[in-house]
């Protein structure tokens, strides 16, 4: 009676692994997707036919938690056996190679040089500890049809054929140090919708033409300023931020620009995202963006419209005659406006915030929705960034 218990039971698990085996190919991918790499190395156990599914997965994700818990040489072989076994097209890859060391840095060459001959077009090379040697994104890379690139401490150094991403859609950058000749710095991405650096160096070389560009994000690139010149001509812009902890000077640009004429090139702009230190109004260098303080003082004010912009963003926030007048601008332009977030500066003290929120309400508003929110500036609220993907 137990043998003949055994065999139903048996029965019974081939039958439900038979209907799932009978699932089309990209449902069972997409199973798979949902699973850690261990897992689904075990359901590869279940039959040859899952074996092969599994080794044909066009997804594949070695994230920090799987990376990390093992020694750098067993994910390097665990790693490298998976790419050797792959069947078909690998489309999406993540890999963190924080546990790798620069000298074993060859070994990401030849996983980089596997995936540019089989469909890659989702790349995310991830490196958490920044103290250490930096990857240098091999040439044979920059050829590659990628439509999505994640890079964190690397070094971006193309060839001097290299003229963009040309399918390229998001370019997100963490820590990135750009190395780039004359021939190099003039970038074409006419695909390109989202852009953000974090704490990159080397930018001030670098002019990236997209028209088709949604979202410019800076965070922590300091002095090391980006050309704004070539994104006055991206109307489709919907969300800018800048933001640093330091001083910020733009002197960068090929001529002088105001923030006004920013906002005038970005009919499409909803989120505005920004730091204190470029709003202020003293001292500047030829060539500086500037807050045109004596256009949000005069009459005129609020003449422009913002037809589209319905954030505001501000980080250490201080309350400076340049800030208030910039956030009188805003709320008297925006019809759609919904919130104003002023993440205050340590320095400020609790009467001094009280005082310039009250001197903020009286400011006349385009929109009865909008709100003032203050908050005490923190990393973490810097980072909640509104607007962004």
């Excluded at 969300?239 to 090929?254: A, H, M, T, W």
């Excluded at 005659?321 to 919130?339: D, H, N, T, V, Y």
């Excluded at 104003?340 to 929120?357: F, N, R």
Aim: aromatic share 10%; proline share 4%; hydrophobic share 40%.
């Amino acid at each position: 009676m137990a043998m003949t218990d055994s065999y139903k039971r048996l029965a019974v698990g081939r039958d439900k692994l038979d209907r799932l085996t009978d699932l089309p190919i990209n449902v069972i991918h997409q199973i798979q997707e949902h699973m850690s790499i261990e897992d689904a190395a075990r359901m590869s156990v279940l039959s040859r036919t899952w074996r092969y599914i599994w080794a044909s997965n066009p997804k594949l994700v070695f994230d920090t938690k799987f990376c990390t818990k093992r020694t750098s040489s067993n994910t390097i072989d665990i790693i490298s056996t998976i790419l050797l076994q792959h069947h078909g097209s690998v489309k999406t890859f993540l890999v963190d190679i924080s546990v790798i060391h620069s000298s074993q840095h060859s070994v990401v060459d030849r996983w980089m040089l596997f995936l540019s001959r089989n469909g890659l077009v989702d790349l995310s090379l991830q490196k958490q500890n920044s103290g250490s040697a930096p990857y240098k994104l091999p040439s044979y890379v920059y050829d590659v049809g990628l439509e999505r690139l994640v890079l964190s401490n690397s070094i971006f150094r193309p060839l001097c054929s290299f003229r963009g991403f040309h399918k390229l859609r998001q370019l997100n950058l963490m820590r990135v140090a750009f190395e780039l000749d004359v021939a190099t710095s003039s970038l074409w991405m006419p695909s390109l919708e989202i852009l953000q650096f974090t704490q990159c160096s080397g930018l001030r070389f670098l002019n990236i033409y997209a028209p088709k560009l949604n979202c410019l994000y800076l965070s922590g690139c300091g002095t090391d300023a980006l050309n704004m010149g070539p994104f006055m001509d991206c109307g489709k812009l919907k969300v800018f931020g800048i933001v640093s902890r330091e001083e910020v000077s733009l002197n960068r640009q090929d001529k002088a620009m105001k923030l006004t004429d920013l906002l005038s090139s970005w009919p499409n702009l909803s989120h505005l995202i920004l730091c204190r230190y470029f709003l202020k109004s003293g001292q500047r260098k030829k060539g500086d963006m500037e807050v045109d303080v004596n256009y949000f003082e005069g009459p005129g004010y609020g003449t422009q419209r913002l037809n589209n912009f319905q954030a505001l963003q501000i980080s250490n926030f201080y309350g400076s005659r340049a800030e208030l007048l910039f956030i009188r601008f805003i709320l008297a332009s925006a019809p759609l406006l919904q919130k104003v977030v002023l993440l205050v500066d340590t320095s400020v003290s609790e009467s001094q915030s009280l005082k310039i929120s009250k001197e903020l309400m009286r400011f006349p508003r385009a929109s009865p929705k909008s709100e003032i929110i203050f908050e005490p500036w923190s990393i973490e609220r810097a980072r909640t960034r509104i607007g962004l993907v």
